[in-house]
């Protein structure tokens, strides 16, 4: 049966099939034709959805797959060869799970045998042919046809920066507790480290009254010693306190200045003479004298801490050997000492803010000295190393460039 268009008396365009032996009736306009106009408008109308419908299928960007129980594949969509770049025939070979992660294969699973509802949202981890791992939000659905189970629809969107927003967000706020804790045990500690040289001028003060009243003169000037080197303890922490604050606001700055070798080192002692004059013995070397040109408060904050440490963790009456000498382009500052050492595991953690080693319980002290000596040596674009054997001593080394225009590219100040 032929089917044509055809224009009617009233100029009408029309569509018939031709019937021939028909009898007439009022759908034909003449013996053996029949009116199908509107089963060919509703023809033209599906025709136009499904190009439609197929146009966007070809062109969206979300993946688009259909499946069976067993995960096989029976329609995938152009935008899967598109973003995963398979061939054509690769999806023929495997089943949906050998292109999904691991660790998610479960959850595709449970999805395909009805264990998971089908109107969740799940992000699943989908292979590309690169190798690489691309996170998609996964949504299922039955495809039915005449009440007969057909497959599993199933529309994936590319959820990476979605995902790694997420992830930043949650480590920035896991950073920010880490901070609050730090801070929190950071205000702990100091005020503990404060109580110490407080104490001590505060008990030397009145005994310095009573021995000056009691005219026991002798006493007197090892009152105001202590008082002294209590007070330097005092600026010492003082001065730690701020170079932590600039360093969290990013106002540290590095401002080195040329030094004469010598009178730098004569200045350090100066600062650091409280430490010397404990009860264990600073064997102290000096190398041949050259200008330097060095950030001499960060310098101090550098050997400070380092001989701070060393006579801190040595027996009484042993020695510590301290040294600031030019080695070829470099300044090298070196504490050796013969205390408690380090264990050898744990090493690779000095450098972080409040570590104490597990060997270091029953000394004073905030955890602080290594992070802040790290510090100061990374502004001078120099090195730290530690070598250290548990009950036999510890040797701190740092090497610092002393040519000027090694340096001259961050002496401009902040971080």
């Not at 006579?311 to 205390?339: C, I, R, W």
């Not at 597990?358 to 790290?374: A, E, F, P, Q």
Request: hydrophobic residues 35%.
């Amino acid at each position: 049966m032929a089917e044509f268009e055809m224009t009617t008396i009233s100029g009408e365009k029309i569509w018939v099939v031709d019937q021939a032996g028909m009898t007439s009736n009022n759908q034909c306009l003449d013996e053996g034709l029949l009116d199908i106009t509107d089963r060919k408008l509703m023809e033209d109308l599906l025709t136009m959805n499904e190009r439609r419908f197929r146009n966007m299928i070809e062109n969206v960007s979300d993946l688009i797959l259909v499946v069976n129980r067993e995960g096989k594949f029976l329609y995938v969509s152009p935008s899967v060869y598109k973003k995963l770049n398979y061939p054509v025939d690769e999806f023929s070979k495997h089943t949906i799970l050998h292109y999904i992660n691991p660790n998610d294969r479960q959850t595709i699973s449970d999805i395909l045998s009805g264990n998971l509802a089908m109107d969740g949202f799940y992000e699943i981890s989908v292979q590309h042919s690169s190798g690489q791992f691309i996170m998609y939000e996964f949504r299922a659905s039955l495809l039915d046809e005449h009440n007969v189970h057909e497959g599993i629809v199933l529309n994936a969107r590319n959820v990476s920066e979605r995902v790694k927003a997420r992830n930043e967000l949650q480590l920035n706020l896991q950073r920010e507790q880490e901070l609050n804790r730090q801070k929190s045990h950071f205000i702990s500690t100091v005020s503990h480290e404060f109580k110490t040289p407080i104490t001590t001028i505060s008990l030397n003060t009145q005994m310095l009254t009573k021995n000056i009243t009691q005219g026991q003169h002798d006493k007197v000037q090892v009152n105001i010693d202590r008082i002294v080197s209590a007070e330097k303890r005092l600026i010492a922490l003082l001065n730690e306190v701020a170079l932590i604050s600039r360093d969290q606001s990013g106002m540290l700055q590095f401002n080195p200045e040329p030094w004469d070798l010598h009178l730098l080192l004569d200045d350090l002692l100066e600062h650091i003479s409280y430490l010397i004059q404990s009860n264990v013995k600073v064997i102290i070397r000096r190398g041949v004298n050259r200008q330097v040109y060095m950030d001499n408060s960060l310098l101090l904050h550098i050997a400070g801490n380092l001989l701070s440490n060393a006579v801190k963790y040595t027996p009484k009456e042993s020695k510590v050997f301290f040294s600031l000498t030019a080695q070829g382009n470099e300044l090298e500052v070196m504490v050796k000492d013969h205390g408690v050492g380090i264990p050898a595991k744990e090493l690779e953690f000095l450098f972080q803010p409040y570590f104490r080693a597990s060997n270091s319980k029953d000394y004073k002290g905030s955890g602080l000295g290594l992070s802040i000596v790290k510090r100061c040596v990374d502004l001078h674009r120099g090195q730290i190393s530690i070598e250290s054997k548990e009950n036999s001593g510890t040797t701190a080394r740092c090497l610092i460039p002393l040519d000027v225009n090694s340096v001259d590219g961050c002496c401009s100040g902040t971080r």
